[in-house]
């Protein structure tokens, strides 16, 4: 059974940095794609969150960021450890979600059926 957990999230202030992190139960990671989703609300539907980063599997790492997050955030796997991380920097009061870790497609795009619990980030003041 496929399990996901996301850890690291909490309250920081406008311009700090967070690194969330999604550890999976089994290497699932060396097979399909890792999204990160986020929604502001944790009642929200799967399909009304929002993709934030995506990185392929395999040795490409092709990555993914949506504009509203290009070069403030960074996602990386850590194929040892079933690990991925999602960076973030310079972080904005927009930023402020539930952010969810996702797996089981081949597609950057699409999200997988297998999903985490999430983890509130909180930026403010």
């Known amino acids: 059974q496929v399990r996901l957990v996301e850890s690291g999230g909490g309250l920081v202030q406008p311009g700090g940095s967070l690194t969330l992190s999604c550890a999976a139960s089994?290497?699932?990671?060396?097979?399909?794609?890792v999204h990160w989703y986020r929604h502001w609300d944790r009642q929200a539907r799967e399909n009304q969150r929002e993709l934030v980063a995506a990185i392929q599997s395999g040795a490409s790492g092709t990555t993914r960021y949506a504009e509203s997050v290009k070069g403030r955030f960074t996602i990386s796997r850590d194929s040892g450890n079933n690990t991925v991380n999602l960076q973030m920097i310079s972080l904005k009061p927009e930023d402020t979600a539930v952010y969810y870790c996702?797996?089981?497609?081949?597609?950057?795009?699409?999200?997988?059926?297998?999903w985490g619990r999430g983890t509130q980030v909180t930026v403010s003041s």
């Open positions: 996702n797996s089981g497609s081949h597609n950057l795009e699409l999200p997988g059926r297998y």
């Open positions: 089994t290497n699932i990671f060396d097979i399909y794609a």
